[in-house]
């Protein structure tokens, strides 16, 4: 008998019991419930722990379970006096918010959430891997502050040949390596260069931190440098923000050509290049680009990546890559802000990146992102030709520029409207959009039809992006 379904069925008949029954009645015993429903003591045992829990019921030793009084009213607080206390600093994240909460309505497609669907994540491998991990004898024990020595050197050796596993420090996934990058190399009020368009989340971990993210345009080829050098001079900024591969929204390589001329700028005005290679394990069947770590030689690229992107929303362990100073600082941040990640989480993350299984699974992850762009984009020319993209290189999100007159947002709630979940474009730009996009995610649908079906849907909702009607 599956057990997930009995407890199910058990819950599900108690909570009806529950609600016929007054405050004070005992319930059927252990004994009861497990002759009359076939499911054995364990599975009644949690059951009721459950219920217990959200204060439907009351365990008496020797007596037995009875339905709980109702909760007493409460009266509400007066929590005004917060307003003055608080000031009018605000940590806005409209932007992320649909990658946080994705949409759980019957029905909705959602090309807005961005991570992996289940069936394209590594679960047995992810399963086998803590499961091992946590037999490891010292599972339970503090781990060193900068992470398991292990990981930090595959980490070391997936981003450059000449990174070293004393400059890692393994992060609570990518988003909190961008805040913890933030603060210690901007200081609070400063300014701090970024692609235009961007990823929210840098966006929404710069405000919060009271830094003013300032935009630098980019185009197929990625961050302009001659762009980048004037802002630089312009405002004085110390450092500089971007995603040379795959970027997120737009799915770009930051072009060979550019990579030394942003690194030189950054030289020039003595600041910091802070590289976000969180879509490195993203490619589309093609060797990701080398990283800007590691044509540095003087410390100047701060790197930090993730495995949560290519692997689960639930595996957070990320790891920033500094040396010098920097390194110091960023250390000491960590030790203030939770001092280390949790023990099993990092033998889990180096359990499943030392296997045959995780390149096993880059690999097919590799196929399927890459017939997902392709379905996503042949989608488009089918149902909404009068959206304009460039293919993405790599990573799990189209850029698609809307026909102008259409506003993003309302664009998306009319999606939404009509069953699909897409992201609008304005909350990826630091300052005022130079026209209307949305962010397209082909990763975390069921199956390619179900892209098909989804673009179908915009446009249904939006006839304006059929284009042209022809004369």
Same mark, same amino acid.
Request: net charge positive; proline share 10%.
């Given at each position: 008998m599956n057990q997930?379904s009995s407890?199910a069925?058990?819950?599900s008949w108690l ?11 005992r319930l ?11 499911v ?8 009721l722990a459950?219920?217990?829990?959200e204060g439907?019921?009351?365990s008496r030793p020797?007596a037995g379970t009875f339905?709980a009084?109702p ?6 607080a007066?929590?005004? =006096?917060?307003t003055?206390?608080l000031?009018d600093r605000?940590?806005d994240?409209a932007?992320?918010?649909p990658?946080?909460d ?21 679960v047995?491998?992810l399963?086998a891997a ?7 004898p ?9 992470g398991l020595h292990g990981?930090?050197s =595959?980490f070391a050796?997936?981003?450059?040949p000449d ?5 890692v420090?393994v992060t ?9 990058a ?6 609070a009020g400063g300014t ?12 929404a971990?710069?405000?919060?931190a009271?830094l003013?993210p300032?935009p630098?345009?980019?185009?197929a080829?990625g961050v302009i440098p001659?762009l980048?050098?004037d802002?630089?001079?312009r405002?004085?900024a110390l450092?500089f923000?971007?995603?040379?591969a795959?970027h997120?929204p737009a799915?770009?390589?930051?072009a ?10 950054g030289?020039?005005?003595g600041a ?5 290679d969180?879509?490195?394990?993203l490619?589309?069947?093609?060797r990701p680009p ?7 030689r ?7 990546t993730s495995l949560?992107?290519a ?6 362990i990320?790891?920033?890559i500094a040396r010098g100073p920097a390194?110091a600082?960023?250390?000491?941040l960590?030790v203030?802000?939770d001092?280390?990640?949790a023990r099993?989480?990092?033998?889990a993350a180096l359990?499943?990146?030392?296997g045959v299984? =995780?390149?096993?699974?880059?690999r097919g992850?590799a196929?399927?992102?890459t017939g997902?762009?392709?379905a996503l ?8 030709p009068?959206?304009?993209f460039t293919?993405?290189?790599?990573g799990?999100?189209? =850029?698609?520029?809307l026909p102008?007159?259409l506003?993003d947002? !309302?664009?998306a709630?009319?999606a ?11 909350p990826?730009?630091p300052?005022?959009?130079?026209g209307?996009?949305l962010?397209?995610t082909?990763s975390a649908a069921?199956?390619n039809?179900?892209?098909?079906t989804?673009?179908s ?6 006839? !304006? ?6 004369r």
């Amino acid at each position: 008998m599956n057990q997930d379904s009995s407890t199910a069925r058990l819950t599900s008949w108690l909570r009806e019991e529950i609600r016929g029954a007054r405050p004070g009645d005992r319930l059927p015993s252990t004994r009861a419930l497990v002759d009359t429903h076939h499911v054995s003591p364990v599975t009644v045992s949690r059951v009721l722990a459950a219920l217990g829990a959200e204060g439907l019921v009351v365990s008496r030793p020797g007596a037995g379970t009875f339905v709980a009084p109702p909760p007493r009213p409460s009266r509400p607080a007066d929590y005004s =006096w917060q307003t003055i206390a608080l000031g009018d600093r605000t940590v806005d994240t409209a932007g992320l918010s649909p990658m946080a909460d994705p949409p759980h309505e019957d029905g909705v497609i959602s090309l807005a959430t961005g991570y992996l669907h289940p069936s394209l994540m590594p679960v047995r491998a992810l399963s086998a891997a803590l499961a091992r991990a946590a037999r490891q004898p010292d599972a339970w024990d503090r781990p060193p502050v900068a992470g398991l020595h292990g990981l930090r050197s =595959w980490f070391a050796r997936a981003a450059s040949p000449d990174a070293d596993a004393g400059d890692v420090l393994v992060t609570a996934g990518g988003q909190g390596a961008i805040s913890a990058a933030f603060r210690a190399l901007v200081p609070a009020g400063g300014t701090l260069l970024v692609e235009s368009p961007t990823y929210p989340g840098a966006l929404a971990a710069a405000r919060a931190a009271g830094l003013r993210p300032v935009p630098v345009p980019a185009d197929a080829y990625g961050v302009i440098p001659e762009l980048l050098a004037d802002a630089f001079g312009r405002t004085g900024a110390l450092a500089f923000y971007c995603q040379p591969a795959y970027h997120n929204p737009a799915g770009t390589v930051l072009a060979e050509p550019r990579r030394e001329a942003v690194l030189a700028a950054g030289a020039a005005a003595g600041a910091f290049v802070i590289e976000d290679d969180c879509g490195r394990w993203l490619a589309h069947g093609q060797r990701p680009p080398p990283t800007l770590l590691s044509a540095d030689r003087d410390g100047r690229v701060v790197y930090l990546t993730s495995l949560t992107k290519a692997a689960s929303p639930s595996l957070r362990i990320g790891a920033l890559i500094a040396r010098g100073p920097a390194a110091a600082r960023l250390r000491a941040l960590r030790v203030v802000d939770d001092m280390f990640v949790a023990r099993p989480v990092q033998e889990a993350a180096l359990e499943l990146v030392s296997g045959v299984a =995780w390149d096993r699974h880059l690999r097919g992850l590799a196929q399927a992102l890459t017939g997902r762009a392709r379905a996503l984009v042949a989608a488009l020319a089918r149902h909404a030709p009068g959206v304009t993209f460039t293919p993405p290189a790599g990573g799990m999100h189209l =850029w698609a520029r809307l026909p102008a007159g259409l506003d993003d947002g !309302e664009t998306a709630q009319a999606a939404r409207r009509s069953g699909v979940a897409v992201m609008p474009g304005r909350p990826f730009f630091p300052a005022e959009p130079p026209g209307p996009y949305l962010r397209l995610t082909f990763s975390a649908a069921p199956a390619n039809a179900d892209l098909d079906t989804a673009v179908s849907r915009l446009a249904g909702a939006v006839p !304006e992006l059929a284009g042209p009607v022809p004369r």
